[in-house]
């Protein structure tokens, strides 16, 4: 490797064939060109898809619909209400649940006030915990809290949208009181959504306040409109979801074939069918990728077998001089080596480049965001330049070491 007259007869050989190097290295180039291009543009449609789950990706929500059978005397079409006792119920039924969350809504939007100022906005009750299943930002103040619950404190988080056509700027509205149906509840936060453009749009005009004040304030007492709940450490959310359900189903009545009564959904499943989505882009790239490499070694293959049959008497003077084999194969392969690797280099800082040119250009949109490549792909792919480097150069290696020193000084 540190030896100075390889590397002039490396560099000599590169030289006289200026053109034939540059189209067997451009497939190299190319194949590790289009691995970053591939795998930087799946990350980023990855990252667009993940930005905008606005909720715990192991969250499950269930709500209560119309029972579609008759059971234990009740009627078919029998609306299932759920009530603050089911989540005690859960709470010490299913330990395999973290969070529970029981959430209210008042129907369609209601007139907020403020002094002059007042437009509709939905109004929602939320416990605690409704940030660990939907996330967001508390820009000020504080969010809802165990005391807001226990002692039914009419108090309430507003969103930027709600703040802006209430409030004058540069009016803190922490510490005032809005009006909701006549109502008056006094602001102690201010909240940003998190997700795509459309869920930071509907928390932006959202009121929340404590659940318990909601029940009490607008005669939903005892009722609870759906949960949220997420699975502890390790637990899938389908477990919980099936015991919740038959739990649930118990509690209101249920029959046990009736799948229209109570309505679920899990995030989870979904977000693994969209890993699974994202495996599938990541495992096409490496393919295409790693096929346009293979393609490039062979071509590098093919050059170095040439290279050889050009050479075969100096080969052969070599080895008449006492040159030995390793001499010949080292030779060779150092050759091959340096071909793949400097092609290759070249097509990861392009791919790099083009990634970093993306990002800074700001090209992201509503499923494409940040764009990137891991030092791991990329380590791996300077990996994976250096052994298709060694293979290429291998055969061509072998066959002029066994070169005989009378018959390559006999070629014409």
């Known amino acids: 490797m540190f030896d100075l007259d390889k590397w002039n007869e490396i560099y000599a050989t590169i030289k006289k064939h200026k053109l034939r190097t540059a189209l067997t290295a451009f497939g190299v180039f190319w194949g590790i060109f289009m691995l970053i291009v591939l795998l930087g543009a799946g990350r980023g449609f990855q990252n667009g898809v993940e930005e905008g789950f606005d909720v715990a990706k192991n969250a499950v929500f269930v709500w209560g619909r119309r029972t579609s059978e008759p059971f234990k005397g009740f009627q078919a079409g029998r609306r299932i209400q759920f009530t603050n006792d089911d989540a005690e119920a859960i709470r010490y039924a299913i330990p395999e649940v973290d969070v529970i969350a029981p959430r209210n809504q008042l129907r369609g939007d209601f007139t907020v006030n403020y002094k002059t100022k007042n437009a509709s906005f939905e109004v929602r009750g939320e416990y605690p915990d409704y940030l660990k299943v939907r996330p967001a930002e508390m820009l000020t103040g504080r969010f809802v809290n165990e005391r807001d619950i226990e002692k039914k404190r009419k108090v309430a988080v507003i969103g930027t949208r709600v703040q802006e056509l209430l409030f004058e700027e540069g009016v803190n509205p922490l510490g005032k009181y809005i009006d909701i149906k006549g109502i008056p509840f006094k602001v102690v936060g201010t909240i940003k959504g998190k997700g795509d453009a459309n869920d930071i749009k509907e928390a932006a005009e959202r009121v929340i306040i404590s659940n318990t004040a909601l029940q009490q304030a607008f005669n939903q007492v005892n009722k609870v409109g759906f949960f949220a709940f997420t699975p502890k450490n390790g637990v899938p959310a389908v477990v919980i979801e099936k015991k919740i359900k038959a739990l649930l189903s118990e509690r209101h009545s249920i029959a046990p074939k009736d799948k229209k009564a109570l309505g679920s959904a899990n995030v989870e499943k979904e977000y693994r069918r969209v890993q699974g989505l994202f495996f599938i882009i990541g495992a096409f790239s490496w393919f295409v990728s790693i096929g346009t490499i293979i393609a490039g070694a062979v071509g590098v293959s093919n050059i170095m077998l040439v290279i050889v049959r050009e050479r075969t008497k ?53 499923f494409f965001k940040n764009p990137e490549v891991d030092m791991t792909i990329a380590i ?25 020193p009378v018959e390559a000084l006999s070629d014409e």
């Open 314 to 366: 100096e080969i052969g003077v070599r080895k008449a001089l006492g040159a030995t084999p390793w001499s010949i194969i080292s030779l060779i392969l150092q050759e091959s080596i340096v071909i793949t690797a400097l092609s290759g280099y070249f097509g990861l800082l392009a791919g790099t480049a083009l990634m970093e040119f993306i990002n800074s250009m700001g090209a992201e949109g509503a």
């Open 380 to 404: 791996s792919a300077l990996v994976t330049l250096v052994v298709t480097g060694t293979f290429a150069g291998f055969i061509p290696a072998r066959k002029a070491a066994k070169v005989n």
